[in-house]
């Protein structure tokens, strides 16, 4: 099947610093991509999609603000998690669709001290 | 989208089947029903998806109620490595839907 990878796997950074999270299809053009957020023992959470060539849709209560994410090319999504502070602490797993099902990245540990 | 109902845990003995059932009773005519799991801090991993008709692959069978209200997940031979929390999700077709998660079932596979 597809391949997605990101990265990097696992971060840790210091408050107030940015981070930013690869997220590339690597068989295929994707030009949509949708990126998750999971915190220990909860199920993935939507925060938003990435749309090639234009703006990223958020989900409710998400800051775009403070995720931004940029899809330059079809192959390339990523996710900045600017000025992080630790409850940003989670696991981010990016997901792009191909022609039947979609497919998942092994996701990124955020840690931030 | 539909809600799906699960099991918030079920154990299994490794070599047993296990029968992991999804409620989603309000699933309209049009959604599939996929099924993906997750192992323990990586990223979901599709395992079957279908519509009406039963399904089978190399990693698992769906077997779907005859009104689409209720579908079971069926791993024929679990080993240790099918322990994973797994997702039932009603998905309209088209694969840029969104996919909403709910908590899953978390499967134990016991030796």
């Known amino acids: 099947g597809a391949v997605v990878s990101q990265h990097p796997s696992w971060v840790i950074c210091k408050s107030g610093t940015s981070v930013k999270i690869e997220c590339r299809s690597l068989?295929?053009?994707?030009?949509?991509m949708f990126w998750y957020r999971q915190f220990p023992k909860q199920s993935l959470m939507l925060m938003a999609t990435?749309?090639?060539?234009?703006?990223?849709?958020?989900e409710q209560g998400v800051e775009k603000d403070k995720f931004l994410i940029n899809h330059a090319s079809l192959t390339l999504s990523t996710l900045t998690v600017t000025s992080a502070h630790p409850e940003d602490s989670s696991f981010y797993i990016c997901s792009a669709p191909d022609t039947y099902e979609q497919y998942f990245g092994p996701g990124t540990r955020l840690t931030v001290t | 989208d539909a809600k799906t109902t699960q099991p918030t845990s079920m154990d299994c003995a490794e070599g047993r089947a296990a029968n992991l059932p999804c409620n989603h009773s309000t699933i309209s005519g049009n959604e599939y029903v996929y099924w993906y799991r997750q192992i323990h801090s990586q990223g979901p991993q599709y395992i079957i998806h279908?519509?009406?008709?039963?399904e089978t692959n190399e990693m698992a069978s769906l077997i779907i109620t005859e009104d689409r209200k209720s579908s079971t997940l069926i791993l024929p031979h679990a080993t240790l490595r099918d322990t994973a929390v797994y997702y039932c999700i009603a998905l309209g077709a088209g694969n840029n839907r969104k996919l909403i998660w709910g908590l899953g079932t978390s499967l134990a596979v016991n030796p």
């Open positions: 279908g519509l009406k008709n039963n």
């Open positions: 068989d295929f053009q994707a030009t949509t």
């Open positions: 990435s749309n090639e060539g234009s703006k990223a849709t958020y």
